[in-house]
Structure formats: structure tokens, C-alpha cells
């Protein structure tokens, strides 16, 4: 490897035509442990390159954005200056998703080159960023950007194929080779890419504000890459109704912006491990902090009505959207510590967020929750929202609700992106939480305005409602590569566990696939600060020992350890909350035995409370076994895990309460 310096490679290229002879240089910048090289050329155009421990990872990439007026910032470059800088600091998030503290450490270089513009680096020692940086004195239009991962050959890897920029973002990870995709085929982000005999890599971005969503594609005349796609400014829509507004017309350009600013950051992370991307708060790092006092933000679970179509058994009332069934969920919630409830759709006249459904007696659901500390979270349509944005916020305020659930925005154009941050920062100053759903997926919000507390753009367990896509092999997918780029409202906690054979996609009375253990598991693995419990308390309420875990289980950690870890395979993953450990382990449709060492513990004895596959738990996936048995950190067990299978764990030291 290089040392940390400047190599001074440069040698002359003929221009094109009577164009005078233009340097070319290249700039090198390491990570801190020097595993990680960035190569740099501006010769005359700007490409970068990537090493892993000495292993090619990214072949020499463009680099280069379009700006109306100004030409094509990273085309014919020169450099005026180069700086570089250190850090190493400790950041403490206000919502502790993986880790009580994050340490930051990182070397930069900052090139700036003539026409106003420069373009920051940063390394570090599990993959890199770059973004691009302007100084003009006016707004400007950007025309395009190239965004450029080549990987010099072939390469397998996990992408979640789109097929349209009017999308949710709920996509299976298809497994396929980079000469398969071509222009034609386009993925939202991330995409996880193999290097064989080296690290995943996870392409995504980070810090996307005032500016359009990454999107990934391939290029016909070199396979073996993936392009930023981008989509264009919205022009003309068509409002279908309350929810569906897509794109007719779209701009000759990404962004109108200001001409002084950072623009995101376009990620390379580099998993040398599986369990990297699980562990690694990689987008987190790179986001915006946060500004003003957001110490009133208070993650929690939820018990959910919509998946669960409001079904109710054994209750005296009729139940469905109205005040006695909300009523009902408040006094669950209360009954069992769950913080918050969702009034989903249906509560409000729709596309009226000022008429509430005659049904539903707000004012008595509201004090009826804060009588039992209950918080009250409100679904809506993003367009709803935005028509009587100023008035049903100041509602919503005087109300004081707890959040909002704001749904179907289904686009990450940049007018969309100023939407999230116009609700993110309204949300803010009103004290309410934000889960966003039909979203696209997560680039740090979440840090700029804790409140952001949840989102989905994930092909969840809502999906088993009415198809057979949430497999055990997708949702064992999803936490290295969905989850990579942030906090996940999957809404697990299904109570009616179809295993393998026996599964159904019913609407009102839905069920899951794989085991009772592989949901209970997903508590643990999935990242949520939000966590739903889907499922209908009448189905908890017949299943006591889960509920508890359920009651139990946080929804923040102060630290996170995957113990073991294949993509696409199998996950078991530790966490810790206060002095208690939590483990969750989840397996595609493949039985297999995992080795859990509890090395990871502290001095003492622990009383642990395990969830198992049952003995039957292949033929019915409702089949657990619950067993409490003291342990320490000397102790190994072996875990059986049933096709689709999962198992659950609490540890609190012996002789304390579990929190």
C-alpha cells in the first residue's frame, strides 16, 4: 500500500484537436487503517478508483455534472487546490437505532477546481463518499449527473429492479450478474454487489436534499458497471386521486438549486464481512446532524390496526373504524407498555383531513389515550396532507397527536425530497413523529430530524396480505441490504405463522411465512425505533408468552454485534439495551444449526428466556417451544433453526428485571 501522501503520477494527454496539452494527476487518499485506497485522476476528465486490502474493487469511474450555463463540472478539469483533513470523533444520536455512540473516523481530500466547483472524498476504513461541492453566487439548474460504479468485470449481485420512477420502492433483491442489466433495466438503492475473495459492496447515497433520488442502471457499451439514473423535475401530473399523483411531463433538467451548496454524497461501502452491512451505521455518518432539541423524541412499539384489518374477537362492540375498536387498542397498549397506536385509513372523510369520519369520536380517542399514556399516531395520503398542509397540521398541534404516518408520496424527484424535509421540519417544530411510508428509501433524514423516526420503501409483511413474495429467503435479504441504508418499517409480529406449505395470502385474517420464532426474531434484527405489532390483539392475547416478549422487546439499542452472518442465507444477530441482551435469529427456507457463543456477555450469571422452533415447527409454523435457563459467558449453545425458522432470546443478569 501507498503511504498517506500525495503520488505524483502525471504525464501530458493530446487534446483533441489544436486544444493545448492537459495535466493529468492522480491523487491518493487511505483510510485510516489503510485497507481502503482511493484513487483520483484529473486527466483531463475526473474518474476515481477504489482498492480493498490491495484488491481492485472500482475500476477508474466518471465523475461529472452537468450544470446549464456552466458545462460539465468534472470535464476538462483543473485543479486550483487540494486539502486534506482528518477526524475522529464519537457522535451520539438522539434515537439510538444500532449504538449508543457512532465513532466517525475518517480522512478527506477536498479538490477544488477552477469554475466554482470542487468535489470532497472521504475514506473511510469500510468504504468511501464522494459528492460534489459549488460556489456559484446565483441558483442553478443541473442539467444531469454521471455517477459511475465500475467493477471491470462480471459481478453477482442483489438488485432491486424497478419499473418506473412512480414507485414505492417495495422490491424483491433479485440475485443476477451485472451483464445482465444493460440500459433497459433500472434498481432503486442499494444495490449489493460480490466481489469474489473480497468484500460486498453496498452503492447508495447519502444526504439527499433539494435534488433527485439515486437510482441505478447498467450501460450497454460496458456491462460491467452500474450509472446513477436520476429522475428529471416534474413538470405536469395527473392526479388520479387522493394518493396517486404520477408524472406526465418531466423538465429538461435534475434540480433547480441554490448555487452554494453540497450536493449528496454517492456511497461506496465495503462489508468485509456480511454482517457489516448490518452492523456499519455507514449512511448515518454521512448525514446532517441535527439541529435544536429533539430530546422530546420517544421511539417506542405500536399496535396497529390496518394489517390486521381491525379484527377483533371476544368484544361486545361491533369492530372496525370507530371509537369503541380505537379504544380497545389504547387499553392493549396501555395493558402491555406499548407507547403508541395508529388510527390508519379510514378515520377521516377521505381527501379531507378536516372531516373526520362520523364514527370516530377524535377528541374522545385522544383524551382516552392520554388518560392511559397511550400516544395517538395519524395515518394520511401525502397529497391530503400537502392541500391542507398549514391547517391540519395546526389541527393535528391542537389535537397533540403524537406523529404522523404520511403515505403513497410513491417518487423521490426533487420536489418530492423538499416535501419530506417541508413534513420532517414541520412535524419538528410540533413535536409529532414522522413514519413514512410509500417512501423511497432512507439517506439520513433520520439524523438531520430525529422525528423522522421510521420509514418503509420495503417490500414488507403487508405484502403477505394479498401475494407469496415474503419469502424467509427475502426477509433474511433485507437486513443486509434494504436495512443498510436505514431504520425499517417492515411491521412484522404475525401471530398466524403459515410455515412453508401451508401458507395463504387472506386479506383480513393474514398470516405470515416461516415460524412464530422467525417473526419474534425479527424484533431483534430488524432496525425500527418505530416497531409494529401487526398483528390484532386477539391474537396476542392467546399467546401470552410471545406477548410478553413482545411487551419486552426495545426498539433502540446501545450496541450491536452479528455474531453470524450469510446474505441472503441466515442472520443471528446480539444487541444490547442497558445491561440486557437481546438476540435474534432468522433462516431462509433451509433448516440449519447455528453456534451461539456468549462470549459477548458480561461477568455473572444471566437468566435467559429463549424462543425455539417447535419440534413440529416444519409441518406447523405456530409450533415454539419458551425455556428459561441461567447462563453465563462461558456458555456455547446450538441453535436449530426450522426451514423459515427463527429463535429469540432475552438475557438480563440474574437477580435483575429485564427492560
Given at each position: 500500500?501507498?503511504?498517506?501522501?500525495?503520488?505524483?503520477?502525471?504525464?501530458?494527454?493530446?487534446?483533441?484537436?489544436?486544444?493545448?496539452?492537459?495535466?493529468?494527476?492522480?491523487?491518493?487518499?487511505?483510510?485510516?487503517?489503510?485497507?481502503?485506497?482511493?484513487?483520483?485522476?484529473?486527466?483531463?476528465?475526473?474518474?476515481?478508483?477504489?482498492?480493498?486490502?490491495?484488491?481492485?474493487?472500482?475500476?477508474?469511474?466518471?465523475?461529472?455534472?452537468?450544470?446549464?450555463?456552466?458545462?460539465?463540472?468534472?470535464?476538462?478539469?483543473?485543479?486550483?487546490?487540494?486539502?486534506?483533513?482528518?477526524?475522529?470523533?464519537?457522535?451520539?444520536?438522539?434515537?439510538?437505532?444500532?449504538?449508543?455512540?457512532?465513532?466517525?473516523?475518517?480522512?478527506?481530500?477536498?479538490?477544488?477546481?477552477?469554475?466554482?466547483?470542487?468535489?470532497?472524498?472521504?475514506?473511510?476504513?469500510?468504504?468511501?463518499?464522494?459528492r460534489f461541492s459549488t460556489s456559484f453566487d446565483k441558483p442553478i439548474t443541473v442539467v444531469s449527473e454521471q455517477a459511475e460504479f465500475a467493477f471491470g468485470q462480471d459481478r453477482?449481485?442483489?438488485?432491486?429492479?424497478?419499473?418506473?420512477?412512480?414507485?414505492?420502492?417495495?422490491?424483491?433483491?433479485?440475485?443476477?450478474?451485472?451483464?445482465?442489466?444493460?440500459?433497459?433495466?433500472?434498481?432503486?438503492?442499494?444495490?449489493?454487489?460480490?466481489?469474489?475473495?473480497?468484500?460486498?459492496?453496498?452503492?447508495?447515497?447519502?444526504?439527499?436534499?433539494?435534488?433527485?433520488?439515486?437510482?441505478?442502471?447498467?450501460?450497454?457499451?460496458?456491462?460491467?458497471?452500474?450509472?446513477?439514473?436520476?429522475?428529471?423535475?416534474?413538470?405536469?401530473?395527473?392526479?388520479?386521486?387522493?394518493?396517486?399523483?404520477?408524472?406526465?411531463?418531466?423538465?429538461?433538467?435534475?434540480?433547480?438549486?441554490?448555487?452554494?451548496?453540497?450536493?449528496?454524497?454517492?456511497?461506496?461501502?465495503?462489508?468485509?464481512?456480511?454482517?457489516?452491512?448490518?452492523?456499519?451505521?455507514?449512511?448515518?455518518?454521512?448525514?446532517?446532524?441535527?439541529?435544536?432539541?429533539?430530546?422530546?423524541?420517544?421511539?417506542?412499539?405500536?399496535?396497529?390496526?390496518?394489517?390486521?384489518?381491525?379484527?377483533?374477537?371476544?368484544?361486545?362492540?361491533?369492530?372496525?373504524?370507530?371509537?369503541?375498536?380505537?379504544?380497545?387498542?389504547?387499553?392493549?397498549?396501555?395493558?402491555?407498555?406499548?407507547?403508541?397506536?395508529?388510527?390508519?385509513?379510514?378515520?377521516?372523510?377521505?381527501?379531507?383531513?378536516?372531516?373526520?369520519?362520523?364514527?370516530?369520536?377524535?377528541?374522545?380517542?385522544?383524551?382516552?389515550?392520554?388518560?392511559?399514556?397511550?400516544?395517538?399516531?395519524?395515518?394520511?395520503?401525502?397529497?391530503?396532507?400537502?392541500?391542507?398542509?398549514?391547517?391540519?397540521?395546526?389541527?393535528?398541534?391542537?389535537?397533540?397527536?403524537?406523529?404522523?404516518?404520511?403515505?403513497?408520496?410513491?417518487?423521490?424527484?426533487?420536489?418530492?425530497?423538499?416535501?419530506?424535509?417541508?413534513?420532517?421540519?414541520?412535524?419538528?417544530?410540533?413535536?409529532?413523529?414522522?413514519?413514512?411510508?410509500?417512501?423511497?428509501?432512507?439517506?439520513?433524514?433520520?439524523?438531520?430530524?430525529?422525528?423522522?423516526?421510521?420509514?418503509?420503501?420495503?417490500?414488507?409483511?403487508?405484502?403477505?396480505?394479498?401475494?407469496?413474495?415474503?419469502?424467509?429467503?427475502?426477509?433474511?435479504?433485507?437486513?443486509?441490504?434494504?436495512?443498510?441504508?436505514?431504520?425499517?418499517?417492515?411491521?412484522?409480529?404475525?401471530?398466524?405463522?403459515?410455515?412453508?406449505?401451508?401458507?395463504?395470502?387472506?386479506?383480513?385474517?393474514?398470516?405470515?411465512?416461516?415460524?412464530?420464532?422467525?417473526?419474534?426474531?425479527?424484533?431483534?434484527?430488524?432496525?425500527?425505533?418505530?416497531?409494529?405489532?401487526?398483528?390484532?390483539?386477539?391474537?396476542?392475547?392467546?399467546?401470552?408468552?410471545?406477548?410478553?416478549?413482545?411487551?419486552?422487546?426495545?426498539?433502540?439499542?446501545?450496541?450491536?454485534?452479528?455474531?453470524?452472518?450469510k446474505i441472503a442465507d441466515y442472520v443471528l444477530v446480539a444487541r444490547r439495551n442497558g445491561a440486557s441482551w437481546w438476540i435474534g435469529a432468522m433462516t431462509d427456507e433451509t433448516?440449519?444449526?447455528?453456534?451461539?457463543?456468549?462470549?459477548?456477555?458480561?461477568?455473572?450469571?444471566?437468566?435467559?428466556?429463549?424462543?425455539?422452533?417447535?419440534?413440529?415447527?416444519?409441518?406447523?409454523?405456530?409450533?415454539?417451544?419458551?425455556?428459561?435457563?441461567?447462563?453465563?459467558?462461558?456458555?456455547?449453545?446450538?441453535?436449530?433453526?426450522?426451514?423459515?425458522?427463527?429463535?429469540?432470546?432475552?438475557?438480563?443478569?440474574?437477580?435483575?428485571?429485564?427492560?
Amino acid at each position: 500500500m501507498r503511504s498517506y501522501r500525495l503520488i505524483p503520477i502525471a504525464f501530458l494527454i493530446l487534446a483533441v484537436g489544436a486544444s493545448a496539452a492537459v495535466p493529468h494527476k492522480d491523487y491518493f487518499l487511505l483510510s485510516p487503517d489503510k485497507s481502503v485506497e482511493l484513487k483520483v485522476t484529473v486527466g483531463p476528465d475526473v474518474t476515481y478508483a477504489v482498492a480493498w486490502r490491495g484488491l481492485p474493487v472500482i475500476v477508474p469511474s466518471a465523475i461529472f455534472l452537468t450544470v446549464e450555463g456552466q458545462g460539465a463540472l468534472g470535464k476538462n478539469a483543473r485543479v486550483r487546490d487540494e486539502k486534506r483533513r482528518s477526524a475522529d470523533d464519537v457522535l451520539k444520536p438522539v434515537v439510538r437505532q444500532k449504538a449508543a455512540e457512532i465513532r466517525d473516523h475518517f480522512n478527506e481530500l477536498t479538490l477544488t477546481f477552477a469554475g466554482n466547483y470542487a468535489l470532497i472524498f472521504r475514506a473511510y476504513d469500510d468504504g468511501l463518499a464522494y459528492r460534489f461541492s459549488t460556489s456559484f453566487d446565483k441558483p442553478i439548474t443541473v442539467v444531469s449527473e454521471q455517477a459511475e460504479f465500475a467493477f471491470g468485470q462480471d459481478r453477482r449481485l442483489y438488485f432491486p429492479e424497478e419499473e418506473s420512477f412512480q414507485s414505492h420502492q417495495e422490491r424483491i433483491f433479485k440475485y443476477m450478474s451485472l451483464s445482465e442489466i444493460g440500459s433497459k433495466r433500472f434498481s432503486s438503492a442499494p444495490a449489493v454487489v460480490e466481489i469474489p475473495g473480497g468484500p460486498k459492496v453496498a452503492v447508495t447515497e447519502a444526504d439527499l436534499e433539494d435534488y433527485a433520488g439515486l437510482w441505478l442502471t447498467g450501460a450497454d457499451d460496458a456491462p460491467f458497471k452500474l450509472v446513477g439514473k436520476f429522475p428529471a423535475y416534474p413538470l405536469k401530473e395527473e392526479v388520479k386521486n387522493d394518493r396517486d399523483v404520477p408524472v406526465t411531463e418531466r423538465a429538461p433538467y435534475l434540480a433547480k438549486t441554490a448555487g452554494r451548496r453540497v450536493f449528496p454524497w454517492r456511497v461506496v461501502m465495503l462489508a468485509a464481512k456480511d454482517g457489516d452491512l448490518i452492523e456499519h451505521p455507514f449512511i448515518y455518518r454521512l448525514a446532517k446532524p441535527s439541529t435544536g432539541d429533539f430530546s422530546w423524541v420517544k421511539p417506542g412499539k405500536v399496535a396497529w390496526d390496518w394489517w390486521n384489518d381491525l379484527n377483533l374477537a371476544g368484544v361486545d362492540f361491533r369492530a372496525g373504524v370507530n371509537t369503541a375498536t380505537y379504544n380497545y387498542y389504547i387499553d392493549f397498549a396501555a395493558r402491555y407498555g406499548i407507547e403508541y397506536i395508529i388510527l390508519d385509513e379510514g378515520w377521516y372523510k377521505k381527501g379531507n383531513l378536516l372531516t373526520v369520519n362520523p364514527d370516530v369520536d377524535m377528541a374522545a380517542i385522544l383524551a382516552h389515550g392520554k388518560e392511559k399514556g397511550v400516544g395517538i399516531i395519524l395515518w394520511t395520503t401525502w397529497k391530503t396532507l400537502n392541500d391542507q398542509f398549514a391547517a391540519a397540521m395546526d389541527q393535528f398541534s391542537r389535537w397533540g397527536v403524537a406523529g404522523l404516518k404520511v403515505d403513497f408520496m410513491q417518487r423521490d424527484d426533487q420536489w418530492m425530497v423538499d416535501y419530506y424535509y417541508k413534513v420532517a421540519a414541520e412535524g419538528a417544530k410540533r413535536k409529532m413523529l414522522i413514519d413514512f411510508h410509500g417512501a423511497y428509501k432512507p439517506t439520513g433524514l433520520y439524523r438531520t430530524f430525529p422525528n423522522v423516526i421510521t420509514s418503509e420503501g420495503v417490500y414488507g409483511l403487508e405484502q403477505s396480505k394479498w401475494g407469496r413474495g415474503v419469502t424467509p429467503e427475502h426477509t433474511v435479504t433485507l437486513p443486509f441490504t434494504r436495512m443498510f441504508a436505514g431504520p425499517m418499517d417492515f411491521t412484522p409480529g404475525s401471530m398466524l405463522n403459515g410455515g412453508l406449505g401451508n401458507f395463504q395470502p387472506i386479506y383480513n385474517q393474514p398470516m405470515s411465512q416461516g415460524t412464530r420464532c422467525h417473526q419474534l426474531a425479527m424484533y431483534v434484527v430488524y432496525e425500527s425505533p418505530l416497531q409494529m405489532l401487526a398483528d390484532s390483539p386477539t391474537n396476542y392475547l392467546r399467546e401470552p408468552e410471545c406477548l410478553d416478549f413482545l411487551a419486552r422487546v426495545p426498539t433502540v439499542w446501545d450496541e450491536t454485534r452479528v455474531l453470524d452472518a450469510k446474505i441472503a442465507d441466515y442472520v443471528l444477530v446480539a444487541r444490547r439495551n442497558g445491561a440486557s441482551w437481546w438476540i435474534g435469529a432468522m433462516t431462509d427456507e433451509t433448516p440449519r444449526d447455528l453456534a451461539l457463543d456468549l462470549g459477548f456477555l458480561g461477568a455473572g450469571a444471566y437468566e435467559l428466556t429463549l424462543y425455539q422452533d417447535g419440534i413440529n415447527a416444519d409441518r406447523n409454523g405456530n409450533d415454539y417451544k419458551m425455556v428459561k435457563r441461567t447462563v453465563t459467558a462461558a456458555d456455547k449453545l446450538t441453535i436449530h433453526l426450522a426451514p423459515g425458522g427463527g429463535w429469540a432470546g432475552r438475557l438480563a443478569p440474574a437477580g435483575g428485571a429485564v427492560k
